[in-house]
Protein backbone atom coordinates (compact mmCIF):
# COMPACT_ATOMS: atom_id res chain seq x y z
CA UNK A 1 0.00 0.00 0.00
CA UNK A 2 0.94 3.77 -0.32
CA UNK A 3 0.94 6.22 2.79
CA UNK A 4 1.48 9.64 2.03
CA UNK A 5 2.60 11.58 4.95
CA UNK A 6 2.64 15.49 5.04
CA UNK A 7 4.04 17.77 7.33
CA UNK A 8 5.76 21.36 7.48
CA UNK A 9 2.42 23.07 8.49
CA UNK A 10 1.92 25.66 11.18
CA UNK A 11 0.77 28.95 11.94
CA UNK A 12 3.00 32.15 9.91
CA UNK A 13 2.25 35.43 9.57
CA UNK A 14 1.01 37.19 5.69
CA UNK A 15 4.15 37.36 3.95
CA UNK A 16 5.74 34.62 5.65
CA UNK A 17 7.02 31.44 4.01
CA UNK A 18 6.56 27.90 5.04
CA UNK A 19 7.92 24.49 3.47
CA UNK A 20 5.93 21.21 2.97
CA UNK A 21 6.54 18.16 2.45
CA UNK A 22 5.46 15.04 1.74
CA UNK A 23 6.69 11.53 2.24
CA UNK A 24 5.53 8.63 0.21
CA UNK A 25 6.12 4.79 1.60
CA UNK A 26 9.43 3.18 0.93
CA UNK A 27 8.11 0.41 -0.55
CA UNK A 28 7.50 -0.81 -3.69
CA UNK A 29 4.26 0.61 -4.16
CA UNK A 30 5.10 4.17 -3.05
CA UNK A 31 8.45 3.97 -5.12
CA UNK A 32 6.20 2.72 -8.21
CA UNK A 33 3.58 6.06 -7.81
CA UNK A 34 6.70 7.64 -8.10
CA UNK A 35 8.31 6.70 -10.98
CA UNK A 36 5.10 6.59 -12.93
CA UNK A 37 2.65 9.51 -11.83
CA UNK A 38 2.26 13.17 -11.76
CA UNK A 39 1.86 14.27 -7.99
CA UNK A 40 0.63 17.49 -6.51
CA UNK A 41 -0.40 19.55 -3.47
CA UNK A 42 -3.86 20.25 -3.16
CA UNK A 43 -5.41 22.26 0.06
CA UNK A 44 -9.23 22.65 1.06
CA UNK A 45 -10.26 25.95 2.87
CA UNK A 46 -12.84 25.66 5.66
CA UNK A 47 -16.47 25.47 3.74
CA UNK A 48 -14.68 24.88 0.65
CA UNK A 49 -14.23 22.48 -1.56
CA UNK A 50 -10.57 20.40 -2.02
CA UNK A 51 -8.33 22.14 -4.90
CA UNK A 52 -5.76 21.52 -6.88
CA UNK A 53 -2.77 24.27 -6.37
CA UNK A 54 0.35 22.91 -7.93
CA UNK A 55 1.12 19.92 -9.93
CA UNK A 56 4.68 18.59 -11.48
CA UNK A 57 5.07 16.03 -13.96
CA UNK A 58 7.73 13.06 -14.41
CA UNK A 59 9.75 15.15 -16.03
CA UNK A 60 9.43 18.12 -13.98
CA UNK A 61 7.26 20.27 -15.31
CA UNK A 62 5.50 22.52 -13.24
CA UNK A 63 1.94 24.33 -13.39
CA UNK A 64 0.02 26.10 -10.77
CA UNK A 65 -3.48 27.87 -10.26
CA UNK A 66 -3.56 31.32 -10.74
CA UNK A 67 -4.23 32.05 -6.81
CA UNK A 68 -0.15 30.84 -5.79
CA UNK A 69 1.22 31.43 -9.64
CA UNK A 70 4.49 32.90 -8.59
CA UNK A 71 4.56 32.32 -4.91
CA UNK A 72 4.87 28.46 -4.71
CA UNK A 73 6.86 26.26 -5.85
CA UNK A 74 6.48 22.30 -6.00
CA UNK A 75 8.86 20.01 -6.67
CA UNK A 76 9.83 16.88 -6.51
CA UNK A 77 12.70 13.97 -5.65
CA UNK A 78 11.79 10.69 -6.84
CA UNK A 79 14.79 8.91 -5.34
CA UNK A 80 13.42 10.01 -2.01
CA UNK A 81 10.22 9.63 -2.25
CA UNK A 82 9.07 12.78 -1.29
CA UNK A 83 7.38 15.59 -2.84
CA UNK A 84 7.62 19.62 -1.49
CA UNK A 85 5.52 22.72 -1.81
CA UNK A 86 7.42 25.97 -0.87
CA UNK A 87 5.28 28.83 -0.18
CA UNK A 88 6.24 32.51 0.12
CA UNK A 89 4.42 35.53 0.69
CA UNK A 90 1.73 33.56 2.01
CA UNK A 91 -1.60 35.20 2.52
CA UNK A 92 -5.07 34.60 4.78
CA UNK A 93 -6.91 33.18 2.08
CA UNK A 94 -4.05 30.60 1.77
CA UNK A 95 -5.14 28.99 5.32
CA UNK A 96 -6.16 25.55 4.47
CA UNK A 97 -5.41 21.57 5.10
CA UNK A 98 -2.35 20.43 2.73
CA UNK A 99 -2.22 17.22 1.29
CA UNK A 100 -0.37 15.56 -1.43
CA UNK A 101 -1.29 13.02 -3.78
CA UNK A 102 -1.25 11.91 -7.98
CA UNK A 103 -3.09 13.98 -9.98
CA UNK A 104 -5.49 13.30 -11.13
CA UNK A 105 -6.33 12.06 -7.26
CA UNK A 106 -6.33 8.62 -6.02
CA UNK A 107 -8.43 8.27 -3.55
CA UNK A 108 -6.99 5.50 -1.06
CA UNK A 109 -4.42 7.81 -1.30
CA UNK A 110 -5.40 11.05 0.84
CA UNK A 111 -3.44 11.54 3.81
CA UNK A 112 -4.52 13.42 6.58
CA UNK A 113 -2.93 16.98 5.63
CA UNK A 114 -1.01 19.33 6.88
CA UNK A 115 -2.62 22.37 8.37
CA UNK A 116 -1.59 25.92 6.67
CA UNK A 117 -2.79 28.91 9.19
CA UNK A 118 -1.84 32.55 7.98
CA UNK A 119 -2.75 34.87 10.35
CA UNK A 120 -1.20 37.70 12.92
Known amino acids: QVQLVESGGGLVHPGGSQRLSCAAS?????????????LGWYRQAPGNQRELVAAISLDGSTNYTDHVKGRFTISRDNAKTMVYLQMNNLKPDDTAVYYC?????????WGKGTLVTVSS
Open 26 to 38: RNIFGITVFSIKD
Open 101 to 109: NTVPATDRY
